[in-house]
Nanobody, 123 residues
Framework: QVQLVESGGGLVQAGGSLRLSCAAS????????MGWFRQAPGKEREFVAA????????NYADSVKGRFTISRDNAKNTVYLQMNSLKPEDTAVYYC????????????????WGQGTQVTVSS
C-alpha cells in the first residue's frame, strides 16, 4: 500500500493560482500512475488529471485543459497539480490517488487515496 498526503489547498481569488502537492510513502512511487480528482459539495467525485509512472503521458479533464498541469518528481515521491486561471467552479476538495500500471481517468481504477485538500475560489 502507498500512503498519500495532499497539501497546498487554500482560498484564492478567481484568476489566481495554486499548486497542490501530494507526498507518497510506503511503496515504490514510480510503480504508480498518479491522479488528481475533485469533489464539490453535492456532486460526484470527478477526474481532473493523471500522469503515467514515468511522467511521459498525461490526461486532463476538458474543464481544466490548458489551465492545470500535472507533474511528478519520482526522486521526491511527489506529484503536483499546478492550477492557473482558477474559476469559482474549481472550488472543491481535491484528492490525490494512485493505481498500478496504465494511466486512467476512471476513479474506480484507483485503490489508494489521500485525505483531500480544500480549494476555494472566490469570485
Amino acid at each position: 500500500q502507498v500512503q498519500l498526503v495532499e497539501s497546498g489547498g487554500g482560498l484564492v481569488q478567481a484568476g489566481g493560482s495554486l499548486r497542490l502537492s501530494c507526498a507518497a510513502s510506503g511503496r515504490t512511487f514510480s510503480d504508480y500512475t498518479m491522479g488528481w480528482f475533485r469533489q464539490a459539495p453535492g456532486k460526484e467525485r470527478e477526474f481532473v488529471a493523471a500522469i503515467s509512472r514515468s511522467g511521459a503521458n498525461t490526461n486532463y479533464a476538458d474543464s481544466v485543459k490548458g489551465r492545470f498541469t500535472i507533474s511528478r518528481d519520482n526522486a521526491k515521491n511527489t506529484v503536483y497539480l499546478q492550477m492557473n486561471s482558477l474559476k469559482p467552479e474549481d472550488t472543491a476538495v481535491y484528492y490525490c490517488a494512485a493505481k498500478f500500471y496504465s494511466i486512467s481517468d476512471y476513479r474506480h481504477d484507483y485503490k489508494n487515496w489521500g485525505q483531500g485538500t480544500q480549494v476555494t475560489v472566490s469570485s
